[in-house]
């Protein structure tokens, strides 16, 4: 897939809700404050400047979807992940990714 493509979300779409029914987890990578003001139920909160140094609590054989306020510290989040070895997914926003697991 091409940068642009990557960039603007194009390309093979995501179904959030089976990776979770098939045990992916949810790591939510806003500061505490953010979190604590509302969450996707069952999340892991690790803020994105932390995510480095916690590698090694995320477990690696299951898929991991990230999410945030908007999206873009969910994309770093699954940049560094993705690097790592993990299967990673950035989810964007915690709002919409909750909605897409609620349908």
Same mark, same amino acid.
Request: glycine share 12%.
């Given at each position: 897939?091409?940068?642009? +493509?990557?960039?603007?979300?194009?390309?093979?779409?995501?179904?959030?809700?089976?990776?979770?029914?098939?045990?992916?987890?949810?790591?939510?990578?806003?500061?505490?404050?953010?979190?604590?003001?509302?969450?996707?139920?069952?999340?892991?909160?690790?803020?994105?400047?932390?995510?480095?140094?916690? @590698?090694?609590?995320?477990?690696?054989?299951?898929?991991?979807? @990230?999410?945030? +306020?908007?999206?873009?510290?969910?994309?770093?989040?699954?940049?560094?992940?993705?690097?790592?070895?993990?299967? +990673?997914?950035?989810?964007?926003?915690?709002?919409?990714?909750?909605?897409? @697991?609620?349908?």
């Amino acid at each position: 897939m091409g940068f642009l +493509a990557q960039l603007f979300g194009f390309g093979p779409k995501v179904d959030y809700k089976e990776l979770v029914e098939k045990g992916a987890i949810i790591i939510d990578v806003r500061t505490p404050g953010e979190f604590s003001s509302g969450h996707i139920r069952n999340c892991t909160n690790i803020p994105l400047q932390s995510i480095q140094g916690k @590698l090694s609590k995320i477990k690696k054989d299951k898929p991991v979807i @990230l999410c945030c +306020a908007s999206g873009d510290r969910s994309g770093a989040a699954s940049r560094i992940l993705k690097s790592k070895g993990f299967e +990673a997914y950035n989810g964007g926003s915690w709002s919409s990714l909750n909605s897409k @697991l609620n349908r």
